[in-house]
């Protein structure tokens, strides 16, 4: 380049700065807001403020939260709304500033709380039944009679066939050395089952037993538990997001993200669809928690912490832990079970 044009693209370059073009408002605004920690029951009350690096006249400011409208206004400091959404858990609060140099946009994380503390359950132990102890379960379901099992590890993850009041198996499906099974759900009459950090997850038919096809992951990250509702599967990735599957392609179309009145939770091991509501199993906890499919509210715990001690002694307390729920819908029964336990327990859920 000659030095004549250097000269003309550097003089350019100084008339754009000096006349306060539009890249001058990048990254000159961020929000701050009066709720604690970002943090506010969904629906609640906040004041909304724009800081700036540069003071530059606005014309108007839109807020948004998740990309849909909140209000508009041209107040810059200590404008009071509410903030509130279909879904809880974290939300993107977005100001588009509207200036007399041009528009940009600032952002800032909001997260949208449940408005009550999950109520505490206990159980009480119906049953026992016989559970295979070379089974590392990750996904329980039943289908009339017949109970279904993913499990995991590495060369050694099946699909099983069981009978749950002896606890043989019926027929198996051995996965490749390749991969690691995680949760199952059965709709339409197809057995599906993810496997964790493969992106592949499989379709069997639910008659013949037999592996008919596989698909990938789009948005989600992993392969955690599957359920479904008869329309719809939900299928968790290690994330606080439960996503929301189009069960013709098994593609992600919205997600929900479990939320109690204080925080958002995350490590969904094991998802059971139970009389309208997500009863998910946190990895390495001895408890369910039980999800409005809907918000995403997180309204109940059952406390399972006493069960480990009805299994046999030695188990390996970090990774032979509970998971593993499945609701025998025709007998509105509930089980559960874990990695490598030898038993399988029919519980019955009570108020604490």
Not at 145 to 164: A, F, I, M, V
């Amino acid at each position: 380049m000659t030095l004549h044009k250097s000269l003309i693209l550097f003089t350019i370059t100084l008339l754009m700065a000096s006349c306060g073009g539009e890249k001058n408002l990048d990254s000159n605004y961020t929000i701050t807001t009066t709720a604690n920690n970002n943090s506010l029951v969904n629906g609640g009350a906040i004041a909304i403020s724009l800081k700036a690096k540069q003071n530059f006249a606005i014309d108007s400011i839109v807020y948004s939260l998740d990309g849909q409208k909140v209000a508009s206004t041209d107040q810059a400091s200590n404008f009071k709304t509410n903030l509130k959404s279909p879904t809880l858990g974290h939300k993107q609060l977005q100001a588009t500033i509207y200036t007399e140099e041009g528009s940009t946009t600032a952002q800032q994380q909001i997260t949208l709380l449940h408005n009550k503390a999950p109520k505490v359950y206990g159980y009480r132990i119906v049953n026992k039944f016989p559970h295979q102890t070379d089974a590392y379960t990750q996904g329980l379901e039943f289908v009339g009679d017949t109970l279904y099992e993913s499990n995991g590890e590495y060369n050694k993850s099946t699909l099983r066939k069981l009978d749950y009041q002896t606890g043989e198996v019926l027929e198996e499906i051995a996965l490749g050395s390749q991969y690691f099974a995680e949760g199952l759900t059965v709709l339409n009459n197809k057995i599906y089952q993810l496997t964790w950090k493969e992106n592949t997850g499989f379709i069997y038919d639910l008659n013949s037993f037999e592996k008919t096809g596989s698909f990938a992951y789009g948005k989600s990250q992993q392969g955690w538990g599957l359920c479904n509702d008869g329309t719809t599967i939900y299928k968790s990735d290690g994330t606080s997001k439960i996503w929301l599957l189009d069960p013709e392609n098994l593609t992600e179309q919205s997600y929900i993200e479990p939320t109690d009145n204080k925080r958002v939770y995350k490590k969904f091991n094991e998802l059971e669809y139970v009389q309208g509501k997500i009863y998910a199993n946190t990895y390495q906890l001895p408890s369910i928690a039980i999800i409005d499919p809907k918000t995403g509210a997180l309204e109940g715990i059952i406390d399972l912490k006493s069960l480990p001690a009805q299994v046999q002694s030695g188990l390996d307390k970090q990774n032979e832990v509970l998971n593993g729920i499945a609701f025998k819908t025709n007998e509105n029964r509930l089980f559960v079970t874990g990695k490598h336990w030898n038993t399988l327990f029919e519980i019955e859920v009570v108020e604490k």
